[in-house]
């Protein structure tokens, strides 16, 4: 089936410092990919719809120059946080749909990110 | 855009009872609505979903309906068992964008 590969699982980082985040979808060209945020206990909130070759799309109250999505291929998006500070601590997760399917999303296996 | 409720947030069955989780979503061109199962620190596995041509869908011990016209829908597992302790999220999808849109989650913890 199809998998999508995120790294890395875990990353602890300094204030003010900056971090990527890479999501690739293994087996499976990825036209869409999309970036959630989980906060302990809470759901996962859509941060932004990142397409291949042209801007992403973020959700409102989403700062698009601190969350940078770059989607330069059909298998690779990233996201970069940066100047990453303590309240930016999260588990990210990728999921990315497949070229063409209108339905089926797979998702990554997260990001856990603790800014310290 | 789409807002998806989800009730409830915690559910506490014993092993062996039904547990049914039922969600609302507010965008009527929503065509397509996936269940997800979370493991702490896991990522959301799909369990079971539908589209909004069919009104019920049944995989073994779990099954999910949609009124579409009520714009709800349910997921209810039949014969708990512990491993079904997990947290569990509706989703939407709308026909724009094509993103999805995740319920609040429901916190079930199955009791042996």
């Known amino acids: 089936g199809a998998v999508v590969s995120q790294h890395p699982s875990r990353v602890i980082c300094k204030s003010g410092t900056s971090v990527k985040i890479e999501c690739r979808s293994l087996?499976?060209?990825?036209?869409?990919m999309f970036w959630y945020r989980q906060f302990p206990k809470q759901s996962l909130m859509l941060m932004a719809t990142?397409?291949?070759?042209?801007?992403?799309?973020?959700e409102q109250g989403v700062e698009k120059d601190k969350f940078l999505i770059n989607h330069a291929s059909l298998t690779l998006s990233t996201l970069t946080v940066t100047s990453a500070h303590p309240e930016d601590s999260s588990f990210y997760i990728c999921?990315?749909?497949?070229?063409?399917?209108?339905?089926?999303?797979?998702f990554g296996s997260g990001t856990r990110l603790t800014v310290v | 855009g789409e807002n998806v409720e989800q009730h409830p947030s915690t559910l506490s069955v014993q092993e062996g009872d039904s547990a049914v989780i039922k969600c609302t979503y507010s965008?009527?061109?929503?065509?397509?609505f996936p269940w997800y199962k979370q493991e702490l620190g896991k990522r959301p596995q799909l369990i079971i979903d539908?589209?909004?041509?069919?009104g019920e869908k049944k995989d073994q011990r779990i099954a999910v309906t949609l009124n579409k016209t009520a714009k709800h829908f349910s997921l209810h597992i039949t014969e708990t068992q512990p491993e079904d302790s997990a947290v569990y999220f509706c989703?939407?999808?709308?026909?724009?964008?094509?993103?999805?849109?995740f319920g609040g989650g429901t916190r079930v913890l199955v009791k042996p």
């Open positions: 999921s990315a749909r497949e070229t063409g399917a209108y339905y089926g999303y797979t």
């Open positions: 087996d499976f060209q990825a036209t869409t």
């Open positions: 990142s397409n291949e070759g042209s801007k992403a799309t973020y």
């Open positions: 965008d009527s061109a929503s065509n397509y």
């Open positions: 539908i589209r909004s041509n069919v």
């Open positions: 989703a939407a999808s709308s026909a724009a964008g094509n993103k999805l849109t």
